[in-house]
């Protein structure tokens, strides 16, 4: 669709004085097939091809929790769980059951998600190889519509289940927000309909209930169902006619009514705390109605979410440069638009999110409201919309240099979306070119005009929530002390924003060049690898994955290995000082400015013995990144401001670590396993006294200042012979030499033996936490081996689930998992089960995941081994066309000289149960076992 001057022209006329319903509609993308049974069955139909030969299936129900009585909170979400539990076509057992054999893995590519107003279930990647199992998965939606089998049996199961993951998602901002739901949403249910319900009402409601719930509300008129990808769109569109049509809707069926959320003439405040709270978390939102139907449709809603969008980018923006300064009284901050509390449907809102330090609290409050104020009033500068303009067009541009290689899932939450929000579907390449063409004709002033609409000027619609530590010593803000703080604010007499810019290149002297002086081909694996003037290896691997990336990773041996003895807290907070430090002539926020519209970044990090340099592109910015390579390897610029501010954080995270549950479990795992080993847990705050800024920009210079040291893998979309132009300018020009500071060492340490570590902890929602370990430090790394150690996992977790939260409905999720630890001297092999369980079950947990191992050292079912297998072949084809796939595979060949990608089809095809039964003997023969136990405290 071509844009003239014209068109854009008009468009702009249009939205000056024309109304918005007298806007033209958006035309509908003419890939995508939209349709509607006489029963109200709502259906989007697209044949797609990336990945190639799968297809997702989705059933989007317009339902959930705010569908519910008081006497019924909790039934949406606990329906959702019953659908996978049987069904008229799938007895007790059997819905999961089957699709594993195809290849679908549970939890991962099938899975279902309730919220307030939505209910969605999905069967993702499934091969569309076999036309039965394309046949089959329609089946399951057409179960998911209206044949739910609903027994006594299954709900009882399924309660204890539900109140797991009430203890797994319960954490103190959960607990809060219920409590403050009901005055933030006054005069809604949506104060009142937390999708996991009441326990109470879980625990007692009687199976006509929620079959009760279930046929009121699951029924066509109130479905749309979602199909994308290798499928035949017309033999599909009349499977679902023959599927679907029968299902009849009562002539008096209840209709679902948009649940409204009242304005408020005043501002709404609420304070609330909890004793597991780590720091204070302030959230503001300033409400505001949602787009009507009609003006959707049309390209308004494109002008209007564009502008919305660079409202909040440059808002975020000035949160974000205040914060690297370290007398900032507050940590983070950043702003959102879209849906009040990310679920109302009928309110949009502009919600801005501070992490406050500890006794800055009203401080916090008022720094934000006084940007709020003071960007209604004086607007944005020039340059600062440029920034946020070249920022937002690049992301479109990214998206639409990819626009042929979108995947399924992509195009069907667009389609949900379109469902149950009416937000418009046009092709990205009409949303592209509208926007790029409107986006140029846009003056600042249009944006300044739309923030006074955004934001009240007396603050009407505002809400203002503060979550704080319930904490012996700690003040305790109230509302009435958060109104006076917003009062404050308007009392003052504000200055409009100065935007410091700096005008100049990244480099402004470009480094002499190097040179390639020898090239090779290795034809196996698909690459070509340089050697430069310099001693550096590159590794370029061209792929047509994505037509907008181009990845690298760059990593030479030395790593915390050299400097942890001496220099543990500044080893440990390098890469990250990186990241808050600046480039060349730029300070930190000088840089993201300058970088402003580039899709360019890189990052390190370091692990025990070696360093790495990771980076993503565009095609177009691939320059970029090369100067950011060069200059992260030669020239990090000392920027205190923004180091102290990210010190500020870490003070405020470590002196609060105590609190974090899952942290608290996760040091306990490492401790045990690596006995101690100071490296593998989160620093004590006391050893902040200890970090030396510059003493950390000297370690970054002894591991990255000899980039002629480094293997670089660069796997993408790029042009050969400008890369190699590039490679010369920025990496073959990296001083080269060798290290004189220190020698590679293993400094890992692991336990030996049996080692248990039960302890117990503090909790307001008690919970338990479980993790079994095997270790084994005399296997060979190899790819048998690793499939191995894969496929063993996923065996341990079939079984785990079928037993230990199915049968016993002793947790909400459990699972095995495997890895090789490479980052040192040896392979070590480490296997994992774990799962956070009723405290009541932990012993019943504990003992299954012991006994299910033992026993999978002498039997392994056909049945279990077979289903893993078609998902690991399901998932080798899909990581063939994925960069970072062989990002892994490459930088595994050069690091360590194993072959992953060759062979494997091969190797995971010949897997057998005696292979697996041995493998996992000889691993836990070494008589290595840990567990780890956290209880609540009694």
Same mark, same amino acid.
């Given at each position: 669709?071509?844009?003239?001057?014209?068109?854009?022209?008009?468009?702009?006329?249009?939205?000056?004085?024309?109304?918005?319903?007298?806007?033209?509609?958006?035309?509908?993308?003419?890939?995508?097939?939209?349709?509607?049974?006489?029963?109200?069955?709502?259906?989007?139909?697209?044949?797609?091809?990336?990945?190639?030969?799968?297809?997702?299936?989705?059933?989007?129900?317009?339902?959930?929790? $705010?569908?519910?009585?008081?006497?019924? +909170?909790?039934?949406?979400?606990?329906?959702? %769980?019953?659908?996978?539990?049987?069904?008229?076509?799938?007895?007790?057992?059997?819905?999961?059951?089957?699709?594993?054999?195809?290849?679908?893995?549970?939890?991962?590519?099938?899975?279902?998600?309730?919220?307030? /107003?939505?209910?969605?279930?999905?069967?993702? &990647?499934?091969?569309?190889? +076999?036309?039965?199992?394309?046949?089959?998965?329609?089946?399951? #939606?057409?179960?998911?519509?209206?044949?739910?089998?609903?027994?006594?049996?299954?709900?009882?199961?399924?309660?204890?289940?539900?109140?797991?993951?009430?203890?797994?998602?319960? *954490?103190?901002?959960?607990?809060?927000?219920?409590?403050?739901?009901?005055?933030?949403?006054?005069?809604?249910?949506?104060?009142?309909?937390?999708?996991?319900?009441?326990?109470?009402?879980? /625990?007692?409601?009687?199976?006509?209930?929620?079959?009760?719930?279930?046929?009121?509300?699951?029924?066509? /008129?109130?479905?749309?169902?979602?199909?994308?990808? /290798?499928?035949?769109?017309?033999?599909?569109?009349?499977?679902?006619?023959?599927?679907?049509?029968?299902?009849?809707?009562?002539?008096?069926?209840?209709?679902?009514?948009?649940?409204?959320?009242?304005?408020?003439?005043?501002?709404?405040?609420?304070?609330?705390?909890?004793?597991?709270?780590?720091?204070?978390?302030?959230?503001?939102?300033?409400?505001?109605?949602?787009?009507?139907?009609?003006?959707?449709?049309?390209?308004?809603?494109?002008?209007?979410?564009?502008?919305?969008?660079?409202?909040?980018?440059?808002?975020?923006?000035?949160?974000?440069?205040?914060?690297?300064?370290?007398?900032?009284?507050?940590?983070?901050?950043?702003?959102?638009?879209?849906?009040?509390?990310?679920?109302?449907?009928?309110?949009?809102?502009?919600?801005?999110?501070?992490?406050?330090?500890?006794?800055?609290?009203?401080?916090? @409050?008022?720094?934000?409201?006084?940007?709020?104020?003071?960007?209604?009033?004086?607007?944005?500068? *020039?340059?600062?919309?440029?920034?946020?303009?070249?920022?937002?067009?690049?992301?479109?541009?990214?998206?639409?240099?990819?626009?042929?290689?979108?995947?399924?899932?992509?195009?069907?939450?667009?389609?949900?979306?379109?469902?149950?929000?009416?937000?418009?579907?046009?092709?990205?390449?009409?949303?592209?070119?509208?926007?790029?063409?409107?986006?140029?004709?846009?003056?600042?002033?249009?944006?300044?005009?739309?923030?006074?609409?955004?934001?009240?000027?007396?603050?009407?619609?505002?809400?203002?929530?503060?979550?704080?530590?319930?904490?012996?010593?700690?003040?305790?803000?109230?509302?009435?002390?958060?109104?006076? =703080?917003?009062?404050?604010?308007?009392?003052?007499?504000?200055?409009?924003?100065?935007?410091?810019?700096?005008?100049?290149?990244?480099?402004?002297?470009?480094?002499?060049?190097?040179?390639?002086?020898?090239?090779?081909?290795?034809?196996?694996? =698909?690459?070509?690898?340089?050697?430069?003037?310099?001693?550096?290896?590159?590794?370029?691997?061209?792929?047509?994955?994505?037509?907008?990336?181009?990845?690298?990773?760059?990593e030479a041996k030395g790593g915390a290995s050299l400097f942890v003895d001496t220099d543990p807290i500044n080893v440990d907070f390098a890469s990250t000082v990186a990241m808050f430090s600046g480039l060349g002539n730029f300070t930190k926020s000088e840089l993201d400015k300058a970088l402003a519209g580039k899709q360019a970044s890189v990052s390190l990090s370091i692990d025990e013995d070696r360093q790495y340099i990771s980076g993503r592109s565009t095609p177009?910015?691939?320059?970029?990144?090369?100067?950011?390579?060069?200059?992260?390897?030669?020239?990090?610029?000392?920027?205190?401001?923004?180091?102290?501010?990210?010190?500020?954080?870490?003070?405020?995270?470590?002196?609060?670590?105590?609190?974090?549950?899952?942290?608290?479990?996760?040091?306990?795992?490492?401790?045990?396993? %690596?006995?101690?080993?100071?490296?593998?847990?989160?620093?004590?705050?006391?050893?902040?006294?200890?970090?030396?800024?510059?003493?950390?920009?000297?370690?970054?210079?002894? @591991?990255?200042?000899?980039?002629?040291?480094?293997?670089?893998?660069?796997?993408?979309?790029?042009?050969?012979?400008?890369?190699?132009?590039?490679?010369?300018?920025?990496?073959?020009?990296?001083?080269? =030499?060798?290290?004189?500071?220190? %020698?590679?060492?293993?400094?890992?340490?692991?336990?030996?033996?049996?080692?248990?570590?039960?302890?117990?902890?503090?909790?307001?929602?008690?919970?338990?936490?479980?993790?079994?370990?095997? #270790?084994?430090?005399?296997?060979?790394?190899?790819?048998?081996?690793?499939?191995?150690?894969?496929? $063993?996992?996923?065996?341990?977790?079939? $079984?785990?689930?079928?037993?230990?939260?199915?049968?016993?409905?002793?947790?909400?999720?459990?699972?095995?998992?495997?890895?090789?630890?490479?980052?040192?001297?040896?392979?070590?092999?480490?296997?994992?089960?774990?799962?956070?369980?009723?405290?009541?079950?932990?012993?019943?947990?504990? &003992?299954?995941?012991?006994?299910?191992?033992?026993?999978?050292?002498?039997?392994?079912?056909?049945?279990?081994?077979?289903?893993?297998?078609?998902?690991?072949?399901?998932?080798?084809?899909?990581?063939?066309?994925?960069?970072?796939?062989?990002?892994?595979?490459?930088?595994?060949?050069? *690091?360590?000289?194993?072959?992953?990608?060759?062979?494997?089809?091969?190797?995971?095809?010949?897997?057998?149960?005696?292979?697996?039964?041995?493998?996992?003997?000889?691993?836990?023969?070494?008589?290595?076992?840990?567990?780890?136990?956290?209880?609540?405290?009694?």
């Open positions: 669709m071509r844009i003239t001057k014209f068109f854009v022209a008009a468009m702009l006329l249009m939205v000056g004085t024309m109304s918005a319903q007298q806007m033209p509609e958006l035309p509908t993308d003419k890939e995508v097939r939209v349709g509607k049974l006489d029963n109200g069955l709502t259906y989007y139909l697209r044949y797609n091809n990336t990945p190639e030969k799968k297809a997702n299936f989705y059933i989007a129900q317009r339902v959930g929790s $705010v569908q519910e009585e008081d006497t019924q +909170r909790g039934l949406a979400h606990f329906l959702e %769980h019953m659908a996978f539990n049987g069904s008229e076509h799938f007895p007790t057992g059997k819905m999961i059951e089957y699709l594993q054999t195809i290849g679908v893995e549970y939890g991962r590519s099938l899975n279902a998600y309730t919220s307030f /107003d939505r209910t969605v279930y999905y069967v993702a &990647d499934v091969s569309t190889e +076999r036309q039965s199992a394309l046949d089959s998965c329609m089946l399951v #939606l057409r179960d998911w519509s209206s044949g739910i089998t609903i027994t006594p049996e299954e709900i009882e199961k399924e309660r204890d289940v539900i109140h797991n993951e009430y203890r797994y998602r319960t *954490a103190a901002a959960d607990r809060m927000l219920e409590r403050a739901l009901p005055t933030l949403f006054q005069g809604s249910k949506y104060g009142y309909r937390m999708p996991i319900g009441t326990m109470e009402v879980v /625990d007692n409601f009687k199976p006509e209930e929620l079959e009760a719930y279930y046929r009121k509300w699951y029924r066509p /008129d109130n479905q749309a169902l979602v199909v994308v990808g /290798d499928i035949d769109v017309d033999y599909t569109e009349n499977l679902i006619k023959k599927l679907f049509s029968d299902i009849k809707v009562a002539p008096d069926a209840a209709q679902v009514v948009d649940e409204l959320v009242p304005d408020n003439e005043q501002p709404i405040f609420v304070a609330e705390k909890d004793k597991e709270l780590p720091y204070p978390i302030l959230r503001i939102g300033i409400k505001r109605d949602v787009m009507p139907v009609a003006v959707k449709k049309t390209a308004a809603y494109l002008v209007t979410d564009y502008l919305c969008n660079l409202v909040c980018r440059m808002l975020g923006a000035r949160l974000d440069e205040i914060s690297q300064q370290p007398e900032c009284p507050y940590l983070q901050a950043i702003v959102q638009n879209g849906k009040l509390g990310n679920v109302v449907r009928t309110k949009d809102a502009v919600t801005l999110i501070g992490v406050s330090k500890h006794g800055q609290e009203i401080e916090t @409050l008022k720094s934000l409201e006084r940007e709020i104020l003071r960007a209604r009033k004086f607007g944005f500068t *020039a340059t600062e919309y440029a920034r946020a303009k070249a920022d937002y067009l690049s992301a479109l541009e990214r998206d639409y240099d990819n626009r042929d290689k979108r995947k399924n899932a992509e195009y069907a939450n667009e389609y949900i979306e379109n469902y149950l929000e009416q937000t418009p579907i046009p092709s990205l390449e009409e949303r592209y070119q509208i926007i790029s063409a409107l986006a140029q004709q846009l003056p600042v002033d249009i944006v300044n005009q739309v923030i006074r609409q955004m934001i009240p000027e007396n603050d009407k619609n505002l809400l203002a929530f503060y979550m704080q530590q319930e904490k012996e010593g700690n003040v305790f803000v109230t509302a009435e002390e958060m109104k006076a =703080g917003v009062d404050a604010v308007h009392a003052e007499t504000l200055t409009a924003w100065v935007d410091n810019v700096k005008e100049e290149p990244l480099i402004a002297d470009l480094p002499v060049k190097g040179q390639i002086v020898k090239e090779t081909e290795n034809k196996t694996l =698909g690459y070509k690898e340089l050697t430069l003037s310099n001693g550096a290896r590159v590794i370029l691997k061209k792929t047509d994955f994505k037509d907008n990336e181009v990845m690298m990773q760059a177009k910015d691939l320059e970029t990144l090369f100067q950011l390579t060069y200059l992260t390897m030669t020239n990090i610029n000392k920027d205190e401001k923004s180091v102290a501010a990210f010190i500020n954080q870490a003070r405020t995270v470590f002196g609060n670590k105590s609190l974090n549950h899952d942290l608290v479990f996760k040091d306990s795992v490492e401790s045990t396993l %690596h006995c101690g080993n100071r490296f593998y847990v989160t620093p004590e705050v006391e050893e902040l006294s200890q970090f030396d800024y510059d003493r950390t920009l000297q370690i970054l210079k002894q @591991l990255y200042g000899h980039g002629g040291q480094f293997i670089y893998t660069i796997i993408g979309n790029f042009d050969e012979q400008q890369i190699r132009t590039l490679i010369e300018q920025y990496i073959a020009s990296l001083p080269g =030499g060798s290290r004189d500071f220190g %020698h590679v060492r293993d400094i890992r340490t692991f336990f030996k033996g049996e080692k248990v570590n039960q302890f117990s902890k503090k909790m307001e929602t008690p919970q338990a936490q479980v993790r079994e370990i095997w #270790l084994n430090e005399d296997m060979a790394y190899t790819l048998e081996n690793k499939v191995m150690l894969n496929a $063993v996992s996923q065996v341990l977790t079939r $079984v785990y689930e079928r037993t230990i939260r199915e049968e016993e409905s002793a947790v909400y999720g459990v699972g095995a998992g495997g890895r090789i630890d490479l980052n040192g001297s040896r392979p070590v092999f480490i296997l994992n089960a774990a799962a956070p369980t009723n405290p009541d079950k932990m012993q019943i947990a504990r &003992d299954l995941m012991v006994k299910f191992v033992a026993e999978a050292t002498q039997k392994i079912a056909d049945e279990d081994l077979n289903a893993v297998k078609e998902i690991m072949l399901k998932q080798a084809q899909d990581n063939a066309r994925e960069n970072g796939h062989w990002m892994n595979v490459l930088t595994e060949w050069t *690091a360590e000289g194993v072959d992953l990608q060759t062979g494997y089809e091969e190797t995971v095809k010949s897997l057998t149960p005696e292979k697996l039964q041995k493998f996992l003997a000889d691993l836990v023969s070494a008589g290595n076992h840990a567990e780890i136990v956290m209880m609540p405290e009694k």
